[in-house]
């Protein structure tokens, strides 16, 4: 299928309105962003972002939204993610393909990040009839006490292009069980793919007669982002991030009390690959890890602890794997790695390995962009020593440090000695090292693996990561809760009004 006909089946124009309130914005006033397919270098269609009064609109319409939808029965809500899983799996292809064009994944992986949203809305669906709360036992007579979980309001969700839709579903699905509704600031590197899903989203409520709770905001991070993360009437951020997009947004949101922030930022991961492990799977693991989405995913592999029995061996064998990477247009069958996302991405990139030839890094193999129109690079190894500064940097590229080390006790102290922490995989035989690995003292991160790499994460897991990396966790789990208030009651069902605590007052 063509480009233009993947953008004229998700009704795609040349000039695109970016902002959706309670109806798509019809010439919004922001400026125009051009979205550039990173294969080619070659625009792809132009989109009219948001200036702040449309952000008000949009706020405004996310609000009247919510005071509808709070009041909808919860399974009644997931009737609408149900529709709208349905919905994805019948535009799978098309929308897999605009995510290829727009940001320059290959193709089965951008049709895994439409499988991941379509997951989502199943997930989402079970949700809605289990938001429990607990009860607990009054100490007083004739009394219940008891939790509840109410919806929270609208809530700010700012992805990144790496996953331009997947982490809009991570939000939008629980937000929409949980009774909220969502202003959507997406990457400005991926607005078309947005407003493909906004389209599918919005169509959706109509059909299903239920209040617009899905809004869209493409605007500039100076005018739209900023005006969102300040907005005290918002009282969730979700921001899939760097860690210094997070610390702005910490900061900002310090001063109102009680917004809370969802920060998923750098990860910087690492695998351990021991002396007794299964090295063909430990080198599948890295290459998909270190060479997938061209590294440009938060969990991606950037380091890899050897022990020293194996790093010989384990080297050959991924350089050797490393030569078969087929390197092209991310569309075509049998290509493994497309573009980086943009010209400031490869200068990125170039910049990190001067950094580690000036540390004394040794090039395995890579290093250079290649010479071709588009962002192509080379897949790059760099065997490094463990004190190298540029280990403890995250470089969204595929740029992978090897590093030796002598004992397992070691490679975790590596593993967890950088700001990051969201990723983190040992690749072992023996039950003590990988227990170990995952024990009190071992890896620090949100996300610890066994013998398996460190992307590709299921939602059915909560997903985000410790230290720098934010705290927030997302998707699966009990993450549902950060989208709703709870509220502890206590009814007294007797005619006496016994204290806590066996106070006596007045009586
Ligand atoms: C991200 O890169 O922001 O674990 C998310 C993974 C994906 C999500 C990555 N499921 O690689």
Not at 222 to 251: F, H, K, Q
Not at 374 to 401: D, M, Q
Request: aromatic share 6%; with cysteine.
């Amino acid at each position: 299928m063509s480009a233009s006909t993947v953008l004229k089946e998700l009704g795609i124009h040349e000039v695109n309105s970016g902002v959706y309130a309670e109806d798509w914005i019809a010439a919004p006033g922001g400026g125009e962003l051009v979205s550039v397919n990173p294969t080619t270098g070659q625009p792809l269609a132009r989109v009219l972002q948001a200036n702040e009064a449309e952000y008000e609109q949009v706020f405004h319409a996310a609000q009247r939204a919510f005071l509808e939808w709070r009041m909808v029965p919860a399974p009644r809500r997931g009737e609408l993610v149900r529709a709208l899983g349905d919905a994805l799996r019948e535009k799978k292809d098309l929308l897999g393909s605009l995510v290829t064009l727009e940001m320059g994944k290959i193709k089965p992986e951008g049709l895994g990040e439409v499988q991941e949203m379509i997951d989502m809305c199943d997930f989402a669906v079970g949700q809605s009839r289990m938001l429990y709360g607990l009860q607990m036992h009054s100490e007083r007579p004739g009394h219940r006490m008891f939790e509840q979980w109410h919806p929270l309001g609208p809530v700010g969700l700012i992805t990144s292009f790496n996953f331009p839709i997947a982490v809009w579903a991570w939000n939008s699905c629980l937000a929409a069980i949980c009774g909220d509704s969502v202003i959507w600031k997406p990457s400005s590197q991926t607005p078309l793919t947005a407003i493909a899903v906004q389209k599918i989203a919005a169509q959706l409520c109509k059909d299903h007669g239920v209040p617009p709770i899905f809004t869209l905001c493409v605007g500039k991070g100076s005018t739209v982002g900023e005006r969102l993360v300040s907005d005290r009437r918002v009282p969730l951020i979700s921001a899939t991030a760097s860690c210094d997009m997070g610390r702005r947004v910490n900061r900002v949101m310090a001063d109102h009390l009680g917004r809370r922030a969802l920060l998923e930022l750098g990860g910087n991961n690492a695998i351990i690959v021991m002396d007794d492990a299964d090295l063909s799977l430990a080198n599948r693991a890295v290459l998909f890890g270190a060479v997938g989405t061209a590294g440009q995913r938060c969990t991606s592999t950037r380091r890899v602890y050897l022990h020293k029995k194996i790093a010989g061996e384990f080297t050959e064998r991924l350089l050797s794997a490393y030569k078969q990477i087929r390197i092209g247009d991310p569309l075509e069958e049998g290509t493994l790695m497309g573009p980086l996302v943009d010209q400031a991405a490869v200068d990125i990139m170039l910049k990190a390995i001067d950094e580690v030839k000036k540390e004394g890094g040794e090039i395995l193999t890579g290093g250079k962009r290649i010479d071709r129109p588009g962002y192509f690079v080379e897949p790059t190894i760099a065997k490094v020593r463990p004190e190298v500064k540029i280990l403890r940097e995250e470089t969204f590229a595929p740029l992978l440090y090897l590093v030796e080390v002598d004992s397992l006790d070691q490679a975790i102290e590596y593993q967890n000695g950088v700001d990051q922490g969201l990723s983190s995989a040992i690749f072992t035989r023996n039950l003590q090292s990988a227990e170990t690995f995952l024990s009190p003292r071992g890896s620090d991160c949100g996300i610890a693996n066994v013998n398996i790499g460190t992307s590709g994460a299921e939602i059915g897991g909560a997903f985000g990561g410790e230290k720098d990396t934010g705290g927030g966790r997302e998707s699966g789990s009990d993450s549902w809760k950060i989208y709703m208030r709870r509220q502890t009651c206590t009814v007294n069902y007797s005619n006496h009004l016994p204290l806590a605590q066996g106070i006596k007052f007045g009586d």
